[in-house]
C-alpha cells in the first residue's frame, strides 16, 4: 500500500494536510502534535490483510514522525469501530495464507501494545473481538453510549478461542477473574458494564467521543514523554515478550487450530449466519 497525501482541507494549512492510504486514513494536526487514524474498510472494518498492512504502515509513519506524540484510533465506518479480524481470511484459505495472515495479526499487535505513542481509542461503533483486541492495546479507551456498540472478546460465540496475547491484554486490562469469565462465555458488554468492568474509561454521548478522547489526549501529552515511554514498556514488556519468545510457534499453532475441520466448519457456519441476519 502506498502513502498518498490528500490535498489540505481548505483554511487549514499544513497542520490539517491529511495522509493515508486506502483504508486508513490519517488525519494529521502537526499543532498540537496529534494525528486521528481512520478505519475505512466499509462496512465493518474487518481486520483484512490488506487493512493489518495499510494500518503498520500509517503507524510506523507516525512513530517515525517526532512531530506526532499522540494518535486517536476511531472509525470512519458508521455503527462499527472494527468487527474484529476478517473471518474471509481464516477460512477456506490454505495454510500459507493462515501464516501470512497470522503474522500481520502479531505484528500489528506487537507495534500497537508497545508504541511511544499515546494511543487513545475513540470508540464509535460495535467493537467485538480483533476490534475490542485494537482498542486493548490502547492507553485509554472512550466508548460511545449506545446499547449498539457491543465491546468484548466474543471468540468462543464462533467456537475457536483467543490466543494467549489476547487474554493477556485483557487480564491486564480488567484482571484474571474478570478476563476468565469473559473469554469462557464469549462477553460482548454494553457501554455501562464495559465501564463497570474496567474494559473502557469513559462512556460518553456518541458525539463527543472524539473531542473526549482529544481533551483527554492533552493530559497524557502534558506528561513528559521520556518518563511516560519508560513507565509503559515497564507495564508492558513482560506481556510483549511472551509473544516475541515464540512467534513462530504461535502462528504454527495458529494455522493447525485455524486448518481444523471443525473449526472451518464453525466459521463458515458463523459467516453464514452473518449474512442472514440481513434477509
Ligand atoms: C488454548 C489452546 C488453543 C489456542 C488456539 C489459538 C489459535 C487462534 C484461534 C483463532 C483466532 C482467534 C482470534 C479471532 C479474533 C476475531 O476477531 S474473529 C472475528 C469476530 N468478529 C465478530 O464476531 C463480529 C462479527 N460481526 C458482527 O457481529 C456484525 O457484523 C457487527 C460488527 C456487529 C456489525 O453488524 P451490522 O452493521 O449489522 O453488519 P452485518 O450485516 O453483520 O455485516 C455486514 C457485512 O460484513 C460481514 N462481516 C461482519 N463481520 C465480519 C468479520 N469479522 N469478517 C468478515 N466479514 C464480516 C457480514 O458477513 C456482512 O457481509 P455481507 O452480508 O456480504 O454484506
Known amino acids: ?106 505484528e500489528l499487535w506487537l507495534r500497537l501494545y508497545l508504541s511511544n505513542l499515546v494511543l487513545i481509542a475513540a470508540i464509535n461503533g460495535a467493537c467485538p473481538a480483533g476490534g475490542c483486541l485494537i482498542s486493548l492495546t490502547c492507553d485509554y479507551r472512550i466508548l460511545a453510549d449506545n446499547p449498539k456498540y457491543l465491546i468484548g472478546l466474543n471468540e468462543t460465540l464462533l467456537g475457536i478461542v483467543a490466543p494467549f496475547w489476547f487474554k493477556d491484554t485483557l487480564v491486564n486490562t480488567i484482571g484474571h477473574r474478570a478476563s476468565e469469565q469473559a473469554l469462557q462465555l464469549g462477553l460482548l458488554f454494553l457501554p455501562a458494564e464495559a465501564l463497570q468492568v474496567g474494559l473502557v474509561d469513559q462512556v460518553v454521548p456518541e458525539d463527543q467521543v472524539l473531542s473526549t478522547a482529544l481533551s483527554v489526549m492533552a493530559r497524557w501529552m502534558a506528561i513528559p514523554d521520556h518518563a511516560r515511554q519508560l513507565t509503559k514498556n515497564m507495564m508492558r514488556k513482560t506481556t510483549v515478550d511472551r509473544l516475541v519468545k515464540q512467534r513462530d510457534a504461535d502462528i504454527q499453532n495458529f494455522v493447525s487450530f485455524i486448518s481444523r475441520d471443525s473449526i472451518q466448519k464453525s466459521l463458515q457456519m458463523y459467516l453464514e449466519k452473518l449474512k442472514q441476519k440481513k434477509g
Request: with cysteine; net charge neutral.
Open 1 to 106: 500500500a502506498t502513502i498518498r497525501r490528500t490535498e489540505p482541507t481548505a483554511g487549514s494549512g499544513d497542520s490539517a494536510r491529511r495522509f493515508g492510504t486506502q483504508r486508513v486514513l490519517v488525519e494529521p494536526d502537526a499543532a498540537s502534535g496529534v494525528a486521528v487514524m481512520k478505519f475505512k474498510n466499509p462496512p465493518v472494518n474487518s481486520l483484512s490483510l490488506e487493512l493489518l498492512t495499510e494500518f503498520i504502515i500509517s503507524l510506523e509513519k507516525l512513530e517515525n514522525d517526532k512531530t506526532f506524540r499522540g494518535v486517536i484510533l476511531t472509525s470512519d465506518c458508521p455503527r462499527v469501530f472494527s468487527a474484529g479480524l476478517d473471518l474471509t481470511e481464516m477460512c477456506g484459505k490454505n495454510p500459507a495464507h493462515y501464516a501470512e495472515y497470522w503474522k500481520a495479526v502479531q
